[in-house]
């Protein structure tokens, strides 16, 4: 058994990655290089930061070129449960307010339930399903918040 402390007060950076993050920020596996190396240079790629060292990132979509949309969030599993994510998804949303935008959609596969109490814990609401687009037929359901 593996004990994981969980920090009541974590001192979160975020910032815009940079190329140097390249490798750090595609270590999910679920995109291509070269695609994260393009949002990297459009700014829709995010840092997170403990003690300089890089411990999660967002990557952010625009459907439509319009809706902005949370691809992914990753949390470097030793981090996980003390708010690096909740930092991440905190710093999307000012920057998106500032912005001008109003919503912020994202999402999670249907037999996810930890991913998704966790974007109902932080005030996204459900807004539909997209049925058999995951390996496996498995489904995806999609979250919005208001900003």
Request: charged share 25%.
């Amino acid at each position: 058994m593996r004990l994981i402390i969980r920090e009541a007060e974590v001192q979160t950076r975020v910032r815009v990655a940079g190329g140097d993050d390249l490798a750090f920020a595609c270590q999910d596996g679920h995109a291509d290089p070269k695609v994260v190396a393009r949002k990297i240079q459009a700014g829709e790629v995010l840092v997170a930061e403990l003690d300089g060292e890089p411990v999660g990132y967002i990557r952010i979509e625009f459907l439509w070129s319009v809706h902005p949309y949370i691809t992914l969030i990753h949390v470097l599993e030793e981090r996980r449960g003390c708010g690096v994510g909740t930092a991440l998804l905190r710093h999307v949303e000012e920057v998106l307010k500032d912005d001008g935008h109003s919503m912020l959609l994202s999402s999670s596969q249907v037999d996810e339930p930890a991913p998704q109490a966790w974007h109902r814990g932080r005030g996204f609401s459900e807004c539909g399903i997209l049925h058999g687009v995951n390996a496996g037929g498995v489904g995806e359901v999609f979250f919005s918040k208001r900003l």
